[in-house]
């Protein structure tokens, strides 16, 4: 712990943190495995009553044929566009210009799979329909990420993405759902994860993200999409003999939470609305849409990470770890609300906001 | 557990299997996890205390600069072929014609990296000296599995091994070691995993199979091969937001296991004479080279389950849940020596083997 930086140490050492669902540490699946026999079986290279169980269970929450198990989101979304690829003899697919294929993984569509990514739409702004539906490239999928987590976990309309989905019907198009914040969208557009996925041909989940689980993911489709998926998921090295504490705190964290988005939901419009009450705050969306927003704070990392230290000691509240310059003299961070939030007393949050207003405004 | 066969019923039911360290359940990584403190934090992306000093020490037991852990052995040891044949600007590797990649893989390393593989040998015996130096094929790595699993776990001598180094070295050609099994091989060689691994460019090292941890591998090498391994290993989707659940429980069972590798190895000398002891069994190898070995028996596998399934309940000991028919009218299974099989009375041992002899004379 000697090597952690003043502003993250003061987070650290705050007694609410505004975000996620608690540290992840041990007690996270320790809390899961003392549930359970000692004498309960691992799974063994993806079969077993636990990993196939729970396999038929998100298969139905989706509203498709099957779903298979993976270690990681990476894994699953390169291998549902290998197939859709392999299948319309194409190796072109579209998505936005922020999709973790194109930020986190290292080309790993390109040097694994040899698949051209068109980057659709703008990095500041969602993807609009009209760029979707004049789009002159010939693609065999279009990935669409709900939320879209690097602009503050914005949504199009539903209107727009069944409009979407029938244009792709029409042209042939795959459509696959990168919802590994799925959950948290079904409050606002007042559907049911089946009625969502419906417009798509294939999607992923995440279970460490909204859902607060150790790690892992599950890619859903028809029958025949799943089988392939099994075959690349061996290829990719992601067949483990046991996958047992992935997939058993998937299922735990997610009986826990899945319920729980629309109250994250409501949580993230009272929060980002006391960021907004602020001076040199806003968020965006200025009123989420999910449970997840980005906070912009008109203030150099160096002048607001030690304001920041210092209101995490006067007031016990810990908004945030790490601070992006998104742009110059303005710092940014994503709050993701859990089950964190509701454990700040409200006189305690009050409190660190109305300082956190005060000593911005003598910065300013 | 209705759903089992007889024979495998049978298996589970006995008190003393005569193989491994014992059942794949939770009480494994419940183990592990009591032992650490609640509040140990996850590592995060290949980072944390952690998951570093558990590399830094595998790096120094196999005398590397640098060791990454890796979800699974199929992903570390694709990742090291690409490497050298991306450096090498070839690609082509040689292996046995049963190595993992070859038999285990659904061809991964052709579909995801485009790299032929000549098979160097035959199936039913190690790959020998002279196929190495008459090698007219231009490759850019060797991969030699110690011990060659598929055929027993047979070792070539440590002479060879350095005769193969050699010529590798000269030739260019980069050398890597599938050490799934190396622990098991030192008490045979009588030399330290470093000495051994000085012999080889990279090598990946397995913690399910000989150490009994729940999944993952690490891939050790110089520091130039260990940063490109990580960014491949995050284009595979291995790049676990937490690997803890894996690399936890594989230093604790290295702890535990890796020191008792010449204890497995005399054991498994013992067990194959038992085998060999009795009417229609064959071992191989005759004698075993490390705590592995497979047996041969020649009965048909519809006569040889309902005798073993009654052997298994008179005696109390279970050989194998499987019985693979290796050739017509011969069954075969492996047996791999850990921590059960000092756990067995030596009479009640004995007493299996007579009934084994009887009762196999009996069906002659």
């Known amino acids: ?76 979304q390169q291998i549902a566009l290998r197939i859709w690829c392999d299948e319309k003899g ?53 990935l669409i990420e709900l939320p879209q987590r690097e602009i503050g976990g914005q949504l199009p309309p539903y209107e727009e993405l069944v409009a979407i989905s029938a244009h792709c019907r029409a042209k042939g198009i795959k459509l696959h759902l990168d919802g590994a914040r799925l959950y948290e969208v079904l409050p606002f557009y007042q559907k049911t994860a089946a009625e969502l996925c419906a417009l798509f041909d294939s999607v992923y989940i995440s279970f460490y993200k909204g859902i607060g689980g150790v790690a892992g993911a599950i890619l859903a489709g028809d029958e025949a999409f799943i089988a392939k998926s099994k075959v690349w998921k061996r290829r990719h090295g992601g067949d483990l003999i046991s996958l047992y504490p992935y997939f058993l705190s998937a299922s735990y964290y997610f009986k826990q939470r899945a319920h729980k988005m629309g109250q994250y939901y409501g949580e993230a419009i009272e929060l980002a609305a006391l960021f907004n009450s602020c001076h040199l705050v806003t968020t965006l969306p200025h009123v989420p849409v999910t449970n997840m927003f980005h906070v912009h704070i008109a203030l150099p990392k160096e002048k607001l990470e030690p304001i920041l230290t210092a209101l995490y000691a006067e007031t016990g509240v810990g908004l945030i770890h790490y601070l992006r310059e998104s742009s110059e003299g303005v710092c940014s961070f994503e709050v993701s609300i859990g089950d964190a939030y509701a454990k700040i007393p409200k006189d305690v949050l009050k409190h660190a906001f109305e300082r956190l207003d005060a000593v911005l405004s003598e910065a300013k």
């Open 1 to 76: 712990m000697s090597t952690l930086s003043p502003f993250v140490a003061a987070f650290r050492q705050a007694a609410y943190p505004i975000g996620g669902h608690g540290r992840r540490n041990m007690q996270v699946l320790k809390e899961v495995l003392n549930e359970l026999d000692d004498k309960l079986e691992s799974d063994n290279y993806g079969t077993g009553e636990g990993i196939e169980s729970f396999q038929a269970e998100m298969a139905a929450f989706l509203g498709k044929d099957k779903a298979i198990f993976f270690p990681s989101g990476t894994m699953a």
């Open 90 to 142: 194409i190796r072109k697919v579209a998505y936005h210009p922020l999709s973790h294929l194109e930020i986190h993984e290292e080309d790993g569509l390109k040097e694994l799979h040899q698949i051209e990514s068109i980057l659709l739409g703008e990095k500041d702004r969602l993807i609009r329909l009209d760029e979707i539906l004049e789009m002159q490239a010939d693609i065999a999928c279009l």
